[in-house]
Protein backbone atom coordinates (compact mmCIF):
# COMPACT_ATOMS: atom_id res chain seq x y z
CA UNK A 1 0.00 0.00 0.00
CA UNK A 2 1.09 3.46 -0.81
CA UNK A 3 2.70 5.83 1.77
CA UNK A 4 -0.89 8.05 2.69
CA UNK A 5 -0.29 11.99 2.49
CA UNK A 6 -1.71 13.35 5.63
CA UNK A 7 -2.10 16.13 4.29
CA UNK A 8 -4.40 15.33 1.46
CA UNK A 9 -6.03 13.61 4.13
CA UNK A 10 -7.30 16.10 6.37
CA UNK A 11 -7.92 18.32 3.24
CA UNK A 12 -10.21 15.76 1.76
CA UNK A 13 -12.21 15.73 5.13
CA UNK A 14 -12.51 18.82 5.66
CA UNK A 15 -13.78 19.65 2.38
CA UNK A 16 -16.15 16.37 2.98
CA UNK A 17 -17.25 17.85 5.78
CA UNK A 18 -17.91 21.16 4.10
CA UNK A 19 -15.64 23.23 7.00
CA UNK A 20 -13.54 25.87 7.01
CA UNK A 21 -9.87 25.77 8.27
CA UNK A 22 -10.88 27.68 11.17
CA UNK A 23 -13.84 25.57 11.52
CA UNK A 24 -12.06 22.33 11.40
CA UNK A 25 -9.64 24.13 13.94
CA UNK A 26 -12.90 25.23 16.34
CA UNK A 27 -13.84 21.55 16.26
CA UNK A 28 -10.53 19.89 17.20
CA UNK A 29 -9.12 22.48 19.16
CA UNK A 30 -6.75 23.67 17.36
CA UNK A 31 -5.93 27.06 15.86
CA UNK A 32 -6.07 27.68 12.43
CA UNK A 33 -2.94 27.43 11.53
CA UNK A 34 -2.44 23.94 13.04
CA UNK A 35 -4.93 23.36 10.18
CA UNK A 36 -2.84 25.52 7.45
CA UNK A 37 0.07 23.32 8.52
CA UNK A 38 -1.53 20.15 8.32
CA UNK A 39 -2.56 20.40 4.83
CA UNK A 40 0.47 21.89 3.61
CA UNK A 41 2.28 18.54 5.00
CA UNK A 42 4.62 20.93 7.60
CA UNK A 43 3.56 19.21 10.62
CA UNK A 44 1.04 16.46 11.40
CA UNK A 45 -2.07 16.32 13.72
CA UNK A 46 -1.44 14.56 16.79
CA UNK A 47 -3.35 11.01 17.60
CA UNK A 48 -5.74 12.82 19.90
CA UNK A 49 -6.86 15.20 17.19
CA UNK A 50 -7.07 12.62 14.12
CA UNK A 51 -9.05 10.58 16.62
CA UNK A 52 -11.83 13.94 17.11
CA UNK A 53 -11.47 13.77 13.31
CA UNK A 54 -12.34 10.36 12.64
CA UNK A 55 -15.52 10.97 14.74
CA UNK A 56 -16.69 14.06 12.61
CA UNK A 57 -16.33 12.18 9.38
CA UNK A 58 -19.20 10.02 8.05
CA UNK A 59 -18.49 6.39 6.86
CA UNK A 60 -16.17 7.30 3.67
CA UNK A 61 -13.19 6.50 1.51
CA UNK A 62 -11.66 9.91 3.57
CA UNK A 63 -12.37 7.92 7.01
CA UNK A 64 -11.24 5.11 5.61
CA UNK A 65 -8.05 6.81 4.85
CA UNK A 66 -7.89 8.05 8.51
CA UNK A 67 -7.84 5.47 10.07
CA UNK A 68 -4.98 4.18 8.15
CA UNK A 69 -3.21 7.56 9.44
CA UNK A 70 -5.13 6.69 12.82
CA UNK A 71 -2.23 3.04 12.82
CA UNK A 72 0.42 4.96 11.41
CA UNK A 73 0.26 7.50 14.46
CA UNK A 74 -0.32 4.64 17.18
CA UNK A 75 2.48 2.29 15.63
CA UNK A 76 4.41 5.19 15.74
CA UNK A 77 3.54 6.14 19.60
CA UNK A 78 3.73 2.32 20.03
CA UNK A 79 4.96 -0.29 17.71
CA UNK A 80 2.93 -3.50 18.29
CA UNK A 81 6.56 -5.76 17.92
CA UNK A 82 8.62 -3.37 20.42
CA UNK A 83 10.78 -2.91 17.96
CA UNK A 84 11.20 1.09 16.96
CA UNK A 85 10.34 2.80 14.14
CA UNK A 86 11.49 5.00 11.40
CA UNK A 87 14.31 4.78 8.95
CA UNK A 88 17.33 3.94 11.32
CA UNK A 89 15.26 2.63 14.24
CA UNK A 90 16.44 3.89 18.32
CA UNK A 91 19.44 1.77 18.53
CA UNK A 92 22.04 2.21 15.20
CA UNK A 93 21.76 0.19 11.78
CA UNK A 94 18.37 -0.77 10.57
CA UNK A 95 17.46 -4.21 11.76
CA UNK A 96 20.26 -4.10 14.60
CA UNK A 97 18.94 -5.26 17.55
CA UNK A 98 21.43 -4.15 20.45
CA UNK A 99 21.49 -6.64 23.53
CA UNK A 100 19.24 -4.57 26.24
CA UNK A 101 18.03 -2.61 23.50
CA UNK A 102 14.17 -3.79 24.44
CA UNK A 103 14.24 -2.14 27.62
CA UNK A 104 16.03 0.90 26.31
CA UNK A 105 12.90 1.34 23.75
CA UNK A 106 10.49 0.51 26.33
CA UNK A 107 11.23 3.42 28.52
CA UNK A 108 11.78 5.13 25.86
CA UNK A 109 8.35 4.56 24.68
CA UNK A 110 6.83 5.11 27.98
CA UNK A 111 8.07 8.76 28.02
CA UNK A 112 6.70 8.88 25.01
CA UNK A 113 3.37 8.51 26.60
CA UNK A 114 3.97 10.21 29.53
CA UNK A 115 5.03 13.58 27.43
CA UNK A 116 1.37 12.69 25.75
CA UNK A 117 -0.37 12.49 28.76
CA UNK A 118 0.87 15.59 30.21
CA UNK A 119 -0.14 17.26 26.82
CA UNK A 120 -3.53 15.89 27.10
CA UNK A 121 -3.94 16.96 30.98
CA UNK A 122 -2.70 20.13 30.00
CA UNK A 123 -5.36 20.26 27.25
CA UNK A 124 -7.83 19.07 29.57
CA UNK A 125 -6.93 21.86 32.14
CA UNK A 126 -7.43 24.73 29.96
CA UNK A 127 -10.74 23.02 28.10
CA UNK A 128 -11.92 23.02 32.16
CA UNK A 129 -10.78 26.39 32.35
CA UNK A 130 -13.05 27.51 29.65
CA UNK A 131 -16.29 24.87 30.28
CA UNK A 132 -16.25 26.89 34.17
CA UNK A 133 -15.99 30.07 32.37
CA UNK A 134 -18.83 29.59 30.46
CA UNK A 135 -21.08 28.38 32.67
CA UNK A 136 -20.75 31.20 34.91
CA UNK A 137 -20.95 33.61 32.14
CA UNK A 138 -24.53 31.67 31.47
CA UNK A 139 -25.35 31.57 34.92
CA UNK A 140 -25.07 35.47 34.87
CA UNK A 141 -27.00 35.39 32.02
CA UNK A 142 -30.27 33.05 32.83
CA UNK A 143 -29.61 35.84 36.06
CA UNK A 144 -30.33 38.39 34.03
CA UNK A 145 -33.20 37.28 31.91
CA UNK A 146 -34.92 35.83 35.01
CA UNK A 147 -34.51 39.74 36.54
CA UNK A 148 -35.74 41.13 33.39
CA UNK A 149 -38.71 38.55 33.09
CA UNK A 150 -39.34 39.71 36.95
CA UNK A 151 -39.62 43.39 35.77
CA UNK A 152 -41.31 42.72 32.66
CA UNK A 153 -44.59 40.89 34.57
CA UNK A 154 -44.12 44.48 37.13
CA UNK A 155 -44.54 46.93 34.84
CA UNK A 156 -47.38 44.83 32.81
CA UNK A 157 -49.18 44.29 36.06
CA UNK A 158 -48.92 47.95 36.67
CA UNK A 159 -50.06 49.22 33.23
CA UNK A 160 -52.88 47.10 34.31
CA UNK A 161 -53.81 48.45 37.36
CA UNK A 162 -53.66 51.97 35.90
CA UNK A 163 -56.09 50.80 32.64
CA UNK A 164 -58.41 49.29 35.26
CA UNK A 165 -58.90 52.53 37.00
CA UNK A 166 -62.07 54.66 35.81
CA UNK A 167 -60.81 58.19 34.28
CA UNK A 168 -62.71 60.47 35.70
CA UNK A 169 -62.38 59.09 39.82
CA UNK A 170 -59.96 60.53 41.52
CA UNK A 171 -57.12 58.47 43.10
CA UNK A 172 -57.62 56.79 46.75
CA UNK A 173 -55.27 57.98 49.85
CA UNK A 174 -53.77 54.19 49.35
CA UNK A 175 -52.67 54.83 46.14
CA UNK A 176 -50.42 57.62 47.13
Known amino acids: MAALNTAKVIRRVRQRLELSQEG ?3 LLNATKGA ?11 DL ?11 P ?9 LIREAQAQVAPLGGEPQGPAGKGG ?7 GSTIAY ?16 RQLARL ?28 RASQVGKASRPSGS ?3 AADH
Open 106 to 121: SQERFALLRRENARLG
Open 60 to 68: SAERKELDA
Open 93 to 99: ARGLRMP
Open 170 to 172: PAS
Open 48 to 58: ARLMALRQLCP
Open 128 to 155: QGTLQRRSEQLRVLEDLATDLQREITEL
Open 35 to 45: VQHWERGRNNP
Open 24 to 26: LSR
